[in-house]
Nanobody, 122 residues
């Protein structure tokens, strides 16, 4: 069974940086899309960044240029480097895997982590 465990969240001031990690275990042979989502209180969960195989990196418009998604295939870790953080980035961040194309539909993703909290103060 596939398991995802996020880490790296915390509290920072606006303009600061954090790097989130998602450790992946289990058989991920058929998982072609790896993504980061976030959910703030009272808001829907939204896709922040995703990567499919060796091509197809996508970012939410509001984080493009500030966040970078990457993966360590050998150690099976997905990263999200977040720079120049803004209070609007405060949310719980989740990593997710899909055996299909990357998209925004939550049901497209078969596996989810428990999330890690990011809080950005003004």
């Amino acid at each position: 069974e596939v398991q995802l465990v996020e880490s790296g969240g915390g509290s920072v001031q606006a303009g600061g940086s954090l790097r989130l990690s998602c450790a992946i275990s289990g058989n991920t042979r058929y998982q072609s899309c790896m993504a980061w989502f976030r959910q703030a209180p009272g808001k829907e969960r939204e896709r922040v960044a995703s990567v499919r195989s060796v091509v197809g990196i996508a970012y939410l418009d509001s984080v493009n240029g500030r966040f970078t998604i990457s993966k360590d295939k050998v150690n099976k870790i997905l990263y999200l480097q977040m720079n120049n953080l803004e209070p609007e980035d405060s949310a719980r961040y989740y990593c997710a895997l899909s055996d299909m194309w990357c998209n925004d539909f939550l049901t497209n993703y078969q596996f989810w982590g428990q999330g890690t909290q990011v809080t950005v103060s003004p």
